[in-house]
């Protein structure tokens, strides 16, 4: 596993006035841990953003603060709604000893024959699997092995991946990963498109006429009463 390093600074400053370290492009955090004190601290924009990319949040990364040095995996990044920027990170302090439970992102690789021969399309189902392990055993993502994807359903599933021994896989077993999918062309759009109309058009046709309902009794004769004879 890829050693990743990060280096952090205490942080006083809480509240609104957080904001002001992000315009010197500082992100404020926080560390936190089974049986620890929480930590609030800052971290360079720019280092974070490069270490984030690298190790995800299954990668362990060696954050250090002034003179200590803590294992930690980054846990939660809080972006703004609009600008998709980062306003907090949350990392997590872990026991090197002990089993830690998170999500490992999974990477398709190889292609599918399905796919070239444009028998069917790829439907991704699982992006993540939850896997345990010890901090240093966690895989920072899984391979799942498309190339064999040749018909229509073909499926790959969790219980299909290869795993690393020491890692146990919480996800179901069962659960697809990949499918293949029937492939409907444009033309095949259309056509389903047009047989619908038509079936509503005839089962419109074949329903009877309304029928005003009836009235409880018959209906009054009027006279005209015959022109009088001219005088």
Known sequence: MKKHVLSAQKRSIVGRKVKN????????????????????????????IKVYAEAGETGLVELT???????????????GAVKGEILHVEFYQVNLK???????????TGEAPAVLQKVGVLLTLLDEVEV????????????????????????????????PKEVTVLTNADQAVVRVG?????????????????????????????????????APVVETPAPSPTE
């Open 65 to 79: 603060i002034g003179s200590n040095t803590k294992p930690v995996l980054i846990h939660t990044v809080q972006k």
């Open 132 to 163: 345990e392990a010890l901090p240093t055993d966690l895989p920072e993502k899984l391979s799942v092995d498309v190339s064999k994807l040749d018909k229509v359903d073909a499926e790959v599933k969790v219980g299909d991946l290869s795993i």
């Open 98 to 108: 002990q089993k830690v439970k998170t999500n490992v992102p999974l990477e398709f």
């Open 21 to 48: 370290l992000r315009a010197k492009g500082e992100i404020p955090g926080t560390v936190y841990g089974k049986d620890i004190k929480s930590i609030s601290i800052t971290v360079a924009k720019d280092a974070f």
């Open 182 to 218: 029937a492939l409907i062309s444009k033309e095949a759009e259309t056509q389903a498109a047009v047989e619908a109309a038509e079936a509503v058009a005839k089962a419109a046709a074949a329903a009877p006429a309304a029928v005003p309902p009836e009235s409880g009794g018959t």
